[in-house]
Each structure stands twice: as structure tokens, then as C-alpha cells.
């Protein structure tokens, strides 16, 4: 299916644990986001890229890890689970800078 | 930090009131997006107005931006039921900010029959 899907839905893990979320979108576009979204403030952009093997920090990175090997493909690591990090994440794609941006429909990780 | 916010965060209204929110932000942008989310879904774009124009149009949404005063508003004509959402602004940095969009705290629409 054309579009931008993240796997999983949902997902409860240990602190410590290191996950991965995963993000994959069909339309080759060269921008790829990852959000989260927490009552009260909105989202916040962890990591972006702007192509391939190019990615750059957002506003709250630190616990996370990407790579962007493929165009394709955006995974987010937390290398090490906290509860701090129990949120609703979001990855986002736009063909062009500064354009229109299409969201996947989150994933909604627990850390107990 | 957020560069930002809407307001008001909630708003309650009828079936074929219009509703209006606001956004404010830091800095100067090159372009501000409004985006809706219902509940439980992903973000939609609704309509990107530029830091060269003052106001557009889509169907009954109109979007107002003045970079004087940093602000954008939302103006949703004969709401429905089916309009009850989130709403977001997200903007972009004129300069040293890349293609980063950053998004605002939202308001919780609600409109009720």
C-alpha cells in the first residue's frame, strides 16, 4: 500500500530495554521526521533527515538513536528504555523542504 | 521549546458556528501549515500559506497570517460534527532552522450537534 506506515501500533516495553520503532514510506520522499507527542506539549521533533545517510537532531534527541540507510526507511531506537519516554511517536515524510507533511499513524509506546 | 502556540487550547461550539484559533510564534518563518488531528490518528495538512501572503482559502477553512504580530488564525466557516479535532499550527525558521517543522501545543475542538 503507497503511504506512510509505522509498525507497531503499539508497544509496551521494560526500562531498559533498547526498541525499536520502525517507519517506512512508499513515496520516496527525501524528508523523514520523527515526532513525539505528549499532553501538554504538543510534539516535539526528536530526529529528522534529509536523505539518505543525513540526519540531524530536533529538539529533544537525547535517548534516541536513527539511521536512514535506505530512503524508504526510518527507524528510532531508544537504546535504553525509560519511563520518560512513554509517549505517542510519530514519523512524518515531505517530497520537499518546507512543504506539506505526511504523518504515519503513530505509535503508542509504554515503558513500565 | 515551542516556537508555537494556539489559542485557545479548547473550544466547545454547534453545529454551524464558525470556529476560529490562533496561533503564535517566535520567530520569523518562511512558511506556517495548519494541520488537523482526530483523535487516536496521525496529523493532516490542511493548507500552508507562505510568509509572502496575508490569507487563503480552502473550501471552508480560511487561514490569515500577519509577520508583524507573528500570528495566524484558523477560521473553520459552517462547522460540523465531523470537524471535531485537534488543530495545530507548525512553522518553519526563515533561517538556521533547515527544513525542521515545529509544531505548536494545538486546540481541542469540539463540535457538537
Known amino acids: 500500500d503507497a503511504g506512510i506506515t509505522q509498525s507497531p501500533r503499539y508497544k509496551i516495553t521494560e526500562t531498559g530495554r533498547q526498541v525499536t520503532l520502525m517507519c517506512h514510506q512508499t513515496?520516496?520522499?527525501?524528508?523523514m521526521f520523527w515526532y513525539r507527542q505528549d499532553l501538554g506539549h504538543g510534539l516535539r521533533l526528536i530526529y529528522y533527515s534529509a536523505a539518505a545517510d543525513i540526519t540531524d537532531k530536533g529538539e529533544v534527541p537525547d535517548g534516541y538513536v536513527v539511521s536512514r540507510s535506505k530512503t524508504e526507511n526510518f527507524p528510532l531506537t531508544l537504546e535504553s528504555a525509560t519511563r520518560s519516554q512513554t509517549s505517542v511517536y510519530f514519523c512524518?515524510?515531505?517530497?520537499?523542504?518546507?512543504?506539506?507533511?505526511?504523518f504515519g499513524q503513530g505509535t503508542r509506546l509504554t515503558v513500565v | 521549546s515551542q516556537q508555537g502556540e494556539e489559542d485557545p487550547q479548547a473550544l466547545s461550539i454547534q453545529e454551524g458556528e464558525n470556529a476560529t484559533m490562533n496561533c503564535s510564534y517566535k520567530?520569523?518563518?518562511?512558511?506556517l501549515q495548519w494541520y488537523r488531528q482526530n483523535s487516536g490518528r496521525g496529523l493532516v495538512h490542511l493548507i500552508l500559506?507562505?510568509?509572502?501572503?496575508r490569507e487563503k482559502h480552502s473550501g471552508r477553512l480560511r487561514v490569515t497570517l500577519d509577520t508583524s504580530k507573528k500570528s495566524s488564525s484558523l477560521l473553520i466557516t459552517a462547522s460540523r460534527a465531523a470537524d471535531t479535532a485537534s488543530y495545530f499550527c507548525a512553522t518553519d525558521k526563515l533561517t538556521g532552522g533547515g527544513n525542521k517543522l515545529t509544531f505548536g501545543t494545538g486546540t481541542q475542538l469540539k463540535v457538537e450537534l
Open positions: 520567530t520569523s518563518i518562511n512558511n
Open positions: 500559506i507562505r510568509s509572502n501572503e
Open positions: 513515496w520516496s520522499h527525501s524528508y
Open positions: 512524518a515524510s515531505s517530497a520537499v523542504a518546507r512543504t506539506e507533511a505526511f
